[in-house]
């Protein structure tokens, strides 16, 4: 099974996904946890490239391929093997990732960002989409304070406010790909609610 992590900036992806991977070792899954951008070598010299806080000359459609050449890199290297040995996959951020940023956020046009996404992926989709819901701004607060920032964070907050709605608008046309977890809760009920998801998706 194929379980990508995705929301807001700040939202506890990043954290959160360890925690789930032990939950779900502990019950006896096989899990294999990646991230985007980066999770191979080649993608992780791209992701160094797209939070370079000094690339402040990158034009969307580079950020855009950027992307997609660290992900079907990922697809290749990572995910599908992983999936043919039956194992599950945890990645954070995916596919979603892009229609909600470089689509909604920054205006690309979406038919012609899923075709890129799709090219990258070979089709390759998400059994299951785990949304942490925070707000926009709550969110920031939280990288803001973890000492992490980048290239990407720095976007103002009307971009992200717009990737916010993005990721509504994603879920409302695939209501069955996704699942909604309040990541605004303490990171213990936010694992346990991640962990339910996951769990009520592996039985059927
Ligand atoms: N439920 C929570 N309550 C309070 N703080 C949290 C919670 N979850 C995560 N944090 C803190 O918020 C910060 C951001 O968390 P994290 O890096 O996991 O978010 P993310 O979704 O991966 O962000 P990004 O999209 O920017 O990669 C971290 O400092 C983390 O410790
Ligand atoms: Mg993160």
Redesign the pocket.
């Known amino acids: 099974m194929f379980i990508t992590l995705e ?1 807001p ?8 996904m360890p925690r789930l991977a032990a939950r779900l070792e502990a019950k006896g899954f096989h899990v294999v946890q990646t991230r985007e951008p980066g999770g191979t070598p080649i993608g992780d010299q791209i992701r160094e490239v797209l939070f370079d806080l000094e690339n402040t000359a990158m034009h969307p459609r580079s950020e855009i391929l950027l992307f997609q050449a660290s992900r079907s890199q990922l697809v290749e290297q990572v995910i599908k093997p992983a999936l043919s040995a039956g194992h599950v996959v945890l990645c ?1 951020r995916y596919a979603d990732s892009t229609l909600a940023y470089q689509g909604y956020g920054h205006g690309v046009d979406l038919e012609q960002l899923s075709e890129i996404v799709n090219f990258a992926t070979g089709g390759l989709k998400p059994d299951l989409t785990l949304f ?1 819901d925070v707000d926009v701004r709550d969110g920031l607060d ?2 803001g ?2 000492g992490d920032w980048n290239r990407l ?1 720095d976007y103002d907050v009307a971009f992200h406010q717009r990737v916010y709605k993005g990721y509504k608008k994603l879920m409302a046309a695939e209501p069955q790909r996704w699942v909604k977890v309040d ?1 605004s ?3 213990e009920a ?1 694992a346990e609610a991640l962990q339910a998801a996951v769990l009520e998706r592996l039985k059927t």
Request: overall charge negative; proline content about 5%; hydrophobic content about 20%.
């Open positions: 929301g900036e700040g939202s506890g992806k990043t954290s959160q954070d942490l939280r990288r304070s973890d964070d990541a809760a303490d990171p936010v």
